[in-house]
């Protein structure tokens, strides 16, 4: 008697999400308020060289424009090499658009006029094999809150040691 195979396509395969880019130093030069989820617009070699990790948040920013678009300024992705016909006029440095509910946008535009606060990309990941960004809404920080920063890091990497040294 043969037994009917079980239909394994109807179910739902969580993937964990994969970190392609942090901005180590955009964390480190100010204090995040709120994070916001953002799916990012790449075309297809950009996708391939994201996944791939050659991505870098280094420096870069978010703003939205007059038509209530938001884009992600001085991100860089490195040209992905098999897609020569589209490497002749491809820009590592191009901005590129976030997508964001509305109700998202106009809450990121009205807190982002306040003095002091600026929107950051946070990091960049696959979700469910899609490429989304971490933005937020962030103030900078002084050098004493810097400080206090590193002073706590130091404090737990000690711990830690001493933790490992025990065990």
Not at 58 to 70: L, P
Not at 77 to 103: F, N, V, W
Not at 141 to 157: C, V
Request: proline share 4%; net charge positive; hydrophobic share 30%.
């Amino acid at each position: 008697m043969k037994q009917k195979p079980t239909d394994i396509t109807k179910k739902k395969i969580n993937r964990p999400s994969k970190t392609i880019a942090t901005n180590k130093e955009g964390l480190f030069n100010y204090e995040i308020i709120e994070k916001y989820q953002a799916g990012l617009v790449l075309s297809g070699p950009e996708v391939k060289a994201a996944k791939l990790g050659q991505m870098s948040l280094k420096g870069s920013y978010v703003t939205i424009d007059n038509n209530s678009e938001v884009w992600l300024i001085k991100s860089y992705i490195t040209p992905y090499k098999p897609a020569k016909s589209a490497q002749a006029k491809y820009d590592p440095g191009q901005k590129r658009k976030l997508l964001l509910h509305k109700e998202e946008i106009s809450s990121l535009l009205g807190k982002s006029k306040q003095k002091g606060l600026t929107i950051i990309p946070i990091n960049v990941y696959t979700k469910r094999g899609l490429i989304k960004a971490d933005i937020a809404l962030a103030r900078g920080k002084t050098k004493i809150d810097k400080r206090e920063t590193i002073k706590k890091r130091e404090a737990s990497r000690e711990i830690a040691r001493t933790l490992k040294q025990r065990v």
